[in-house]
């Protein structure tokens, strides 16, 4: 199947403001996206308790970086999106409550101008599925490795494979059931047709493997569920 186009993705998500701006609402379909949420931002401020500048990369309404704000309140935080309506959003809603200040950047992560070793913590909430083949994975990991301070760390919280197929079969059967079971049949397999269309998502263990090849000197994993996970890095 030809996979959908940035210009596609970047379209479906100026439509989609108001319900990513909801919790409830807008992470319906991700399994324990506030147990995620909650460990990766936990993670980073444990792991960077002293942290200045915090990246948000396909920050969509801003839910991760306002949970962090929750955490760590004087962040400089910098946004980057997509989508133009996702980034007026996100700077709305992040700016009533930001001590530091707050940048926002609607670009492709992979080509968006940024400061070589200029962010403490980097989030990255459901946004490298959406990454391609082996160097478009390679190369975006060694960016976003570069563009951490030492001591920085990488949180990630997104739709993983299994690097079985046989389990892998198995676990997009049990999603499949999940999505029924929350809405109904058809809900299911329209959320799975998109999925098809426009991700390509990959295994926990070949991250967290990309992350240490590319220079990140630890990984962790904080949570998995099916086809979910929150895992990171730090350099």
């Known amino acids: ?8 993705i970047r379209e479906r998500f100026d439509k989609d403001v108001e319900r990513f701006s909801n919790l409830e609402t807008g ?7 506030q147990i995620s949420l909650e460990l990766i931002t936990e993670a980073a401020k444990r792991l960077v ?6 990246l948000d990369i396909g920050c969509g309404a801003g839910n991760y970086t306002l949970k962090m704000l929750s955490k760590l309140p004087g962040l400089n935080c910098t946004l980057v999106d997509l989508s133009s309506p996702m980034l007026q959003k996100a700077e709305e809603r992040i ?3 930001a001590k530091g200040k707050v940048k926002c950047i609607q670009a492709d992560i992979r080509v ?9 913590i980097i989030l990255a909430g459901a946004v490298l599925h ?9 190369s975006t990991f060694t960016k976003l490795y570069h563009l951490l301070k030492p001591g920085g760390c990488l ?24 999505l029924e079971d929350l809405v109904d049949k058809d809900y299911s397999e329209k959320v799975l047709a998109y999925v098809a269309k426009e991700d390509s ?8 493997e990309l992350m240490k090849k590319v220079g990140f000197s630890s990984t962790e994993i904080l949570h998995k569920n099916m086809c979910f996970g929150a895992f990171g890095g730090v350099k």
């Open 1 to 8: 199947m030809k996979k959908s186009t940035v210009d596609e």
């Open 27 to 33: 992470q319906i379909a991700t399994i324990d996206a």
């Open 49 to 54: 308790p002293n942290a200045k500048n915090v």
């Open 95 to 97: 700016s009533q409550v």
């Open 112 to 120: 968006a101008q940024l400061e070589d070793h200029g962010y403490d």
């Open 130 to 138: 959406h990454l391609r083949d082996d160097e478009d994975w390679e």
């Open 155 to 178: 949180m990630i919280s997104d739709l993983i494979t299994q690097e079985n197929p046989i389990l892998d079969e198995y676990t997009w059967e049990r999603y499949g059931d999940y």
């Open 201 to 208: 998502p990959r295994s926990m263990s070949f991250q967290l």
